[in-house]
């Protein structure tokens, strides 16, 4: 099981990123995925959470009405479309998955998770 995570970059405050969460070694469809991201001193925060088969089920109230998560199953990959973004949306941020058929808490909690890919950075200047 492979996630690889890309598309970070440095905007200035208002513009727009997209993110992409492309996994190799599973079935995207029985899988949740979410976006979890992180600032040196804080804990990891859960982003937002799509299911492989429900669809979206969960964004953090910060980035409501911003952010919008999608997955396009027949290339296994998973987005995190980021517009209007405010300097304190940068983050180092993460995608991660766990199998949906596994009972117990699931995203947005990031110890919920069994697999994670390496970080990308997101940078928003003011």
């Known amino acids: 099981v492979q996630l690889q995570a890309s598309g970070g970059g440095l905007v200035h405050s208002g513009g727009s990123l997209r993110l992409s969460c492309t996994v190799t070694?599973?079935?995207?469809?029985?899988?949740?995925i979410g976006w979890f991201r992180q600032v040196p001193g804080k804990e990891r925060e859960g982003v937002s959470c799509?299911?492989?088969?429900?669809?979206?089920?969960y964004y953090v109230d910060s980035v409501k009405g911003r952010f919008t998560i999608s997955r396009d199953n027949d290339k296994n990959t998973v987005y995190l479309q980021m517009n209007n973004l405010k300097p304190e949306d940068t983050a180092v941020y993460y995608c991660?998955?766990?199998?949906?058929?596994?009972?117990?808490?699931?995203?947005?909690?990031?110890?919920?998770?069994?697999?994670w890919g390496k970080g990308t950075l997101v940078t928003v200047s003011s």
């Open positions: 799509i299911s492989g088969r429900r669809g979206p089920t």
């Open positions: 070694g599973f079935t995207l469809r029985d899988y949740v």
């Open positions: 991660a998955t766990r199998n949906a058929k596994r009972n117990g808490d699931t995203c947005p909690n990031p110890a919920s998770m069994d697999y």
